[in-house]
Nanobody, 120 residues
Framework: QVQLVESGGGLVQAGGSLRLSCAVS????????VGWFRQSPGNGRESVAA????????YYADSVKGRFTISRDNDKNMVYLQMNSLKPGDTAVYSC?????????????WGPGTQVTVSS
């Protein structure tokens, strides 16, 4: 079992920045793939960014490329999402996910999410 708890969400003006954090427990972080997802009302879950266990390959949705950065600190069992140049369209509940195989396609665990609201 992997437990994930997000933090760092909030209300920010367009153009601002936020850093989301995800605390990971139950499994050594260096062995799992991690990702950030978001969901807004009326829409399905969207993959925003993901990183394999090696940390060498990062995936970003086209809508966030150049603005968001995923990172991980295996020593602290933490995953981060730095979000810059935020837009109202980024408003959503953001969740982190874990792939216990170490890849970024077998999402088996999710955190409860943290709300991000970007005002215009």
């Amino acid at each position: 079992q992997v437990q994930l708890v997000e933090s760092g969400g909030g209300l920010v003006q367009a153009g601002g920045s936020l850093r989301l954090s995800c605390a990971v427990s139950g499994r050594t972080l260096s062995l799992i793939g991690v990702g950030w997802f978001r969901q807004s009302p009326g829409n399905g879950r969207e993959s925003v960014a993901a990183m394999t266990r090696s940390g060498g390959d990062a995936y970003y949705a086209d809508s966030v490329k150049g603005r968001f950065t995923i990172s991980r600190d295996n020593d602290k069992n933490m995953v981060y999402l730095q979000m810059n140049s935020l837009k109202p369209g980024d408003t959503a509940v953001y969740s982190c996910g874990a792939d216990p195989t170490g890849a970024t396609r077998n999402w088996a665990y999710w955190g409860p999410g943290t709300q991000v609201t970007v005002s215009s």
